[in-house]
C-alpha cells in the first residue's frame, strides 16, 4: 500500500473532459489518484443520485499511481461508488472539476461539479470543487492548474471543518490573486422557448440569463471574477438559515 495520500477524483462534464485530465495531472503531484467521472455529461444534476436502474463503473485506465472509473451514473453516484465499492481504502481528499464554466452565486445548487465536492465532505473528507469560467472543450487550463495547486496545497497543511467544502471559481485569462468570497445573491431568470417537432407537438428549449442582485458588493465571489480575482466560497451542507431560524422561535404554533 502507498504511504501516499489517496485523492478521489470526479467532475460533471464526463470522463473524457479535458478539465479532468488536467485536474487529475495536477493532483498526481500530491498522491496516488482514483478517477470515478461519469460516462457522459452530467451538467446541471446537482447532488442526484440514481435510484432507478443499476450503476455500472468500468475501469479504463490502471497504472501505478493512477487509476481511471467511467460511470453509468451522476458525480454524486460516482462519490458514493468510489467510498463504498472501488476504493481499497478511504481517500484523504476529494477534488471534483475542472469544470467548464464558472459555478458562482446560486449556480452552486445545481450543479453537478458541487454535488460531488458536497458528497466528499459528507464523508467527512477534506473536499473542493473547482470551476474555471470558459466553457471552450479545448480550454486553456494551464493557470487554473497553479490556482488547484495552491489551493490544495492550504487545504492538505489546514484541513476543512467537516461538512464543509470549497467552491473554486477562476475567471478566464490574466490572474489578479485569490480571494476569500461569500456567494453572491442572484437568480437565473428561466425563460423557455417554444418549438413545435414536425409532429406538431410543443416541446420547450431552457434558456435565460442571470440576474446579479448585488453587484456593488466587492466580497462577492461574482464580484471577484469580474475584476479578475479566483473566488473561494466555503460551502456548508447544512442549508439552515440560523437568523430565521431565531425569529420562528417567537412564533405562535
Known amino acids: 500500500m502507498s504511504g501516499k495520500p489517496l485523492i478521489l477524483i ?82 484523504d481528499f476529494v477534488v471534483s472539476g475542472i469544470n467548464h464554466g464558472s459555478n458562482t452565486s446560486v449556480s452552486v445548487l445545481y450543479s453537478g461539479t458541487m454535488g460531488g465536492a458536497l458528497e466528499g465532505c459528507l464523508h467527512g473528507v477534506p473536499s473542493m470543487g473547482v470551476s474555471l469560467c470558459d466553457y471552450d472543450p479545448d480550454a486553456d487550463f494551464s493557470r487554473a492548474k497553479m ?47 417554444k418549438r413545435t417537432d414536425p409532429h406538431q407537438r410543443d416541446y420547450f428549449w431552457l434558456s435565460g440569463y442571470f440576474k446579479n442582485f448585488e453587484q456593488d458588493h466587492d466580497e462577492t465571489d461574482l464580484t471577484a471574477i469580474e475584476n479578475g480575482y479566483v473566488s473561494v466560497v466555503p460551502v456548508s451542507v447544512d442549508m439552515t438559515c440560523y437568523q430565521t431560524y431565531e425569529y420562528l422561535q417567537n412564533w405562535k404554533f
Open 147 to 193: 490556482v488547484v495547486a495552491r489551493i490544495f496545497q492550504q487545504i492538505a497543511e489546514n484541513g476543512l471543518p467537516h461538512f464543509v467544502c470549497l467552491n473554486v471559481n477562476i475567471p478566464k485569462g490574466d490572474l489578479r490573486g485569490i480571494r476569500v468570497c461569500r456567494q453572491a445573491a442572484g437568480k437565473w431568470v428561466e425563460e423557455f422557448e
Open 10 to 91: 470526479t467532475n460533471d462534464d464526463g470522463v473524457l473532459a479535458k478539465g479532468l485530465r488536467e485536474l487529475s495531472d495536477v493532483m498526481r503531484l500530491f498522491g496516488d489518484v482514483v478517477v470515478v467521472a461519469p460516462e457522459r455529461p452530467m451538467s446541471g444534476m446537482s447532488t442526484a443520485i440514481t435510484v432507478d436502474q443499476p450503476l455500472r463503473a468500468v475501469k479504463i485506465e490502471d497504472e501505478e499511481g493512477y487509476t481511471v472509473y467511467r460511470c453509468s451514473g451522476t458525480p454524486v453516484d460516482c462519490v458514493k461508488l468510489g467510498f463504498n465499492e472501488l476504493l481499497d481504502r478511504y481517500p
